[in-house]
């Protein structure tokens, strides 16, 4: 059973509690032993310089030191008391609105005031620790809800589109304005079929940042997998007037990677198409398999083209979902926008990474996933 609030010790009465019991025990111990210790040895003492036991002035002496040594001792255990008491009452109301400062920031983070931040304490490296770790997450949090915000903003607008021009063609065929026949059904089973892709993207891509999928790894040559895209893309983009250029790197092209084939191909698949979208007629995509930068123990593979290309600024968030340089063209080209953040989930779930780059506006871009070099056989 909780404390009711007016049973509840705040930090400053717990610390004076601790510190009157620390000061009776102290008291208490300094008064046995100076009662027990100190009038002997000075007898002792008087006894040794020649004064008898029974010596009025020895007797009078005993007296004046026990007398002296209570005051002493009274004083003593007054002074320390005073300042104890002080320095802990200073340092219980530095400590208590450090603590209350993140208590009711705390709050206002769980009521979803996620701008909530608090200041350093300066108490020592812990509690600055401390607000450290909670501005973190805080930032971290509103990050997030940005994130939220904006995902769900651009879910609603991706779906409104398909939704609206279903229901507008449905009304239109109820109404006798437009005829249901074959134009209209291509029309409903696209806008059907993007609103599919999108459950599809959505569901794959939370998956895999979740870390709930579930990986069939295998040992695979590396350029096995770009000539099963090149492949699988070879048609599409010679019907577009883009040509498909296969290029592996003859020193490391036959390395084995350790990859779920599918899910790997579903990454591929995704850059080609991409690059697809943003490669005009007579333009180029290369395929290309070599070694990761700098690690001998990684494999990288790149996809590249001569298309549109990306501005600089645009560079750091083309993995996010649904962030689109050029919001209107990349809509009509029919992509979920969230193609790139599915390539980066699931590579990363490879323990790999992926990177773009890009010259400029114009220059073409480069996709490369890294991923591990598979361990040789015995």
Same mark, same amino acid.
């Given at each position: 059973?909780?404390?009711?609030? +007016?049973?509840?010790?705040?930090? !400053? /009465? $717990? @610390?004076? #509690? ?7 025990? &102290? %008291? ?71 603590? +209350?400062?993140?208590?009711?920031? !705390? /709050? $206002? @983070?769980? #009521? ?7 200041? &350093? %304490? ?91 999928? &579930? ?164």
């Amino acid at each position: 059973m909780n404390p009711t609030a +007016g049973t509840r010790w705040g930090l !400053a /009465a $717990r @610390l004076l #509690a601790a510190l009157v019991v620390v000061l009776a025990v &102290a %008291a208490l111990t300094a008064w046995l032993v100076a009662s027990a210790v100190g009038p002997g040895l000075f007898h002792e003492h008087m006894v040794r310089a020649g004064l008898q036991d029974n010596d009025d002035a020895v007797m009078h002496a005993e007296r004046a030191f026990r007398d002296a040594s209570a005051v002493a001792l009274a004083l003593a255990l007054s002074a320390a008391a005073i300042a104890s008491a002080t320095v802990s009452v200073v340092l219980a109301r530095r400590i208590g609105r450090s603590l +209350g400062a993140v208590s009711t920031a !705390a /709050a $206002r @983070l769980g #009521a979803g005031q996620y701008q909530t931040r608090v200041p &350093a %304490a300066g108490l020592g490296a812990e509690f600055d620790d401390l607000a450290d770790s909670f501005n973190t997450m805080a930032g971290r949090l509103q990050d997030a809800d940005r994130l939220r915000a904006r995902l769900l903003a651009d879910v609603a607008h991706e779906v409104r589109t398909p939704v609206a021009t279903i229901a507008g063609y449905l009304e239109a065929v109820q109404d006798g304005v437009q005829p249901l026949d074959e134009a209209t059904m291509t029309v409903l089973a696209d806008q059907a079929a993007r609103l599919t892709r999108l459950a599809h993207d959505l569901a794959a891509v939370t998956r895999a940042e979740a870390g709930d999928l &579930a990986l069939n790894l295998e040992a695979m040559p590396a350029h096995e997998l770009l000539e099963q895209t090149a492949a699988a893309w070879r048609d599409r983009a010679a019907a577009a007037g883009v040509h498909l250029a296969l290029d592996p790197d003859a020193s490391s092209g036959g390395r084995p990677v350790a990859v779920d084939r599918h899910r790997i191909a579903q990454v591929l698949d995704n850059l080609v198409a991409n690059a697809l979208r943003h490669t005009a007629t007579g333009g180029t995509i290369t395929l290309r398999v070599g070694v990761g930068a700098g690690d001998s123990g990684r494999v990288a593979l790149s996809v590249a083209d001569t298309g549109e290309g990306i501005a600089p600024e645009h560079l750091p968030h083309v993995f996010e979902r649904f962030y689109r340089a050029d919001t209107a063209r990349d809509r009509a080209s029919g992509g979920s926008g969230i193609g790139l953040a599915i390539c980066r989930a699931l590579t990363e779930a490879h323990g790999g990474t992926i990177t773009a780059t890009s010259a400029g506006v114009g220059a073409g871009a480069t996709f490369v996933v890294t991923l591990p070099a598979s361990s040789p056989g015995p």
